[in-house]
């Protein structure tokens, strides 16, 4: 009976999952083609996509060595890059509090922007679900989505090898950037937090070590969460 | 590209670690208390906060025409905003975007 909810629960996830292979795929080949151009090998564009599994701290950890920042600079952006994660784990964690351990570990690797926004929404609407349901549900979810990201990075990597420079790769990371950035602008504080990241970024190109970035992206988010605090007070 | 192998694992390795803590953060360490609302709003903020200042340099003085300001980019870059914003269509806005940057190229010469 249970194994029986628990399965379906897993095909629900599988289902829903599935989709997001139109978004990943692509993004995965890129990932593969960019890092081989920037001069990666095989088997560090593939850690890249095993280890971090974090598309866009990838991208930017990928760009940021390409111009030979300091790897302490490197690492520091990527990780502020996924910082929004500790938000999604903050979200998601009071549903998981009766998982043991090593599954919660399991989980938070494949704590992705896709599991998190399908997981945390099948809890919310669906409360009565018990802790193996929801494991089995986020499990499915994540199986296509990490499958689909290790593959396609693989395989842009393989074929991507040999792309001459007419192509202008150099290009592939700010159109995915702009074109990640540009959902998320649905509001003036988040417009004002890129506006101010853009603005900071330039004239803070001078700053040695890449620091004028974090620089930047740290005043962006001050920006963002102070406006976001007044609009608030407008509304109230 | 400058560095040694070893020091391009480190990067990899610190990047999956630190990855790693933040996804584990509230799942696995902190549990279920409650995080002050100023954090989850900072929070909030940090793809808008990175990506555009990682994106800018790269927009306006790419390096493929040795750091000058180049109309085939800047309309590139401006098109896949607009789609995105349009649609809130990811692929197809870097889609849109690559196909007017080669366009531009080809034209331009």
Redesign the interface.
Known sequence: MASTTTKSAFLRGLGHGTPFL??IL?FGLLFGVVGTE???NLA?VM??SF????G???F??V????E?VP?LI??L??????????????S???Y??DVS?WK??L???G?VDQTYALGVAEFENTPNLSTAERVAYFTGTGLPVFIAWYISTYLGAVFGARIP??F?L??A?????????????KTI??VA??????V???LL?FVPFGLG?II???I??????FI??KMEGHAA | MNYSDANIWFIIAAMGVGTFLIRFSFIGLVGNRDIPSWILRLLRYTPVAVLPGIAAPLVFFPEATGGQPDPARLLAATVTMAVGIKTKNVILSITSGAVTLYGMMYFLG
């Open positions: 139109i978004i692509p920037a001069g990666f560090e850690g890249f280890l971090v599994i974090a866009a701290s990838q930017a950890a760009q940021l060595m390409t030979n790897t490197v690492i952006t990527a990780l502020t890059v996924n910082l929004r994660m500790a938000m999604y784990s903050a998601i964690a009071p998981l509090r351990m919660r570990a989980m938070s690797y704590l420079p007419e202008a150099d290009f990371v700010p159109i995915s950037f702009l074109a990640l950035v540009a959902p998320a602008l504080a988040h937090a890129a506006l101010t990241s853009v900071l970024a330039l190109a970035l930047a992206a740290l962006a988010m001050c920006v963002g969460a976001e605090t």
